[in-house]
Every structure is written in C-alpha cells, then in structure tokens.
C-alpha cells in the first residue's frame, strides 16, 4: 500500500499497516532517517530488544521504533505476540509546535496504550483490510487522529524535547524498498538488485544510501547478515557451517571471521552461552 496524507505542511506517507500472530523471531533491524513503526501486542507475550536493553511485552504493550533505532521481536513459543504494526515516513515537519512535530521528535518510546489509541490501531487495520471507495480517505484521518493521540500520550504535560532538523524526503518508497530487502533476504541481495528495484543507477543507489542510512550498501548487508546469523543460531538447530551458507557465505572460516568482528566471539561459543543462560 502507499497512502500519502498532507497534515500541517508536512507529509506522511504510510507504507504497511500490518496485523498478525509473529511465530518467528523478527531479527535486528533499524529504518532511515525518516521511517517510523508503531507497534501495539493485541494479546500474546515476548521481548523486544534494542542495541542496549531488552524489554518485555505483553498484551496492550505500545512501542514506536522511529529512525535508525535498531530492534528485534521475540516472540514467547508457548504464548506468541499478536502485533498490529504500521509503518510509515514523515517528511517537510518544521519543528514548530504542532502534533507532527511532537511525534516526529521521538525516535523510541515504549509504554502501555490507551483505549483511544487501541480503537484507532484496529479500525485502521480493519479498514485496510476492505476495499472501500473511500479507504485512502479514511485511513488518512484515523492515521492523524492516531499520531495526535500519540503526541499527546509521549508528553501528556504537553512539553516536547524536540530536537530534530527539517527536512525534505523525495525517496521514501526508495528506501522502504532496501529496509524490505535487507530484512526479507539479506544473503544474498546486491546492490545492483537494489538500484534496479528503485530504477536508478547503482552509483546513485550508493549515493542514497548514504544520505538516508549514514552508512554503506556493504555495510548495512554485513549487518543484517549477522542480525541473521544471531537469529538462525537462536532459534534453529542447524550446524555452524548451514548458518554460514543460509547468510551467503561459501567458507565457514569467512563466517566464523565476520561473526567473531560483530559479536567478539565464534558462533558457536554464543550458541553455547545462550543455551547456559536458557538453563540459569
């Protein structure tokens, strides 16, 4: 879906609103400079983790996970979350004293939601889910209502820490697309694949890249390859040397190198000290 809605001068674009049970783990990932995911657990129970802590979620948990924040789901095996998600990207907010601006000024937050913010959460993915004449203009309006609501619960003494520049997206589907492709299939996307999914070419894919993620194509895979790499050795019972070719490495020691500069350790020592910390 792509709905665009022009609130205040600024502009929104919404790129999913999704709702279903995760059985899986949802590995590390971050979003650009202007991407914002709001979460809320309907029912279930599990564990979000950020670079530095890790919380717990339970039913009517609420969390927003807004530009290069990196986190990662867990959900509980006997007990899996339910999630209704949307994500979006602000551009053109000004930092003046509105609502937007309030929202857009909090990259993470996470707390429990109100009866007002759960009703717009549904209705929106109720409303995705038809095929209205007036879906677009529906979805808009509770897509404001809901970011209204938000501002108003991050600041309920209606003070912000505003903090953050203007300025002007022109490639929100562009870098939704590489978010999707690093997330989806890490192992083995190239940066060509990328260029041809945004119809540019590969040297101004680069170029993007490093105005919306401050950081290289190479080095955005390497992270999502060990983001990767971590979930596999979690959750599945698989060989070292399977983990090496499931993240698109074709030598186990090029793997066990790469992993042991992202973690400090090998593979197969963090699989060992997860399996103590199951059983302390």
Not at 168 to 194: G, M, P
Not at 242 to 265: D, W
Request: glycine share 4%; proline share 2%; aromatic share 10%.
């Amino acid at each position: 879906m792509d709905i665009t809605i022009n609130y205040n001068d600024s502009k929104i674009k919404i790129f999913k609103i999704f709702s279903g049970t995760l059985e899986e783990i949802v590995m590390m990932h971050a979003h650009t400079k202007n991407g914002y995911e709001l979460h809320l657990i309907d029912s279930g129970k599990g564990f979000l983790d950020t670079e530095n802590k890790q919380y717990k979620l339970s039913e009517n948990s609420l969390y927003i996970t807004g530009p290069n924040v990196l986190h990662k789901q867990t959900p509980d095996k006997k007990n899996p979350m339910h999630e209704l998600c949307i994500y979006f990207k602000i551009s053109n907010h000004k930092n003046e004293n509105c609502a937007i601006d309030a929202f857009a000024a909090k990259r993470f937050w996470i707390g429990k939601s109100n009866t007002e913010i759960r009703k717009l959460f549904k209705q929106m993915v109720l409303e995705n889910d038809k095929n209205s004449v007036y879906k677009k203009d529906i979805i808009s309006s509770l897509g404001i209502r809901l970011i209204v609501e938000l501002a108003k619960l991050y600041y309920p003494d209606n003070k912000t820490d505003i903090s953050q520049s203007k300025y002007t997206d022109l490639n929100e589907s562009r870098s939704w697309i590489l978010d999707q492709l690093l997330l989806e299939d890490c192992s083995n996307v190239r940066l060509e694949d990328f260029a041809k999914n945004m119809g540019v070419s590969p040297r101004q894919a680069e170029r993007i890249i490093k105005e919306y993620y401050g950081s290289s194509f190479k080095k955005l895979r390497y992270e999502a390859k060990m983001a990767m790499a971590a979930t596999l050795l979690e959750e599945k019972d698989i060989s070292v040397e399977e983990c090496a070719v499931k993240c698109g490495y074709t030598c186990s020691a090029a793997f066990i190198t790469a992993f042991k500069q992202k973690y400090s350790i090998t593979p197969r020592t963090y699989r060992e000290n997860l399996k103590l910390k199951r059983k302390a």
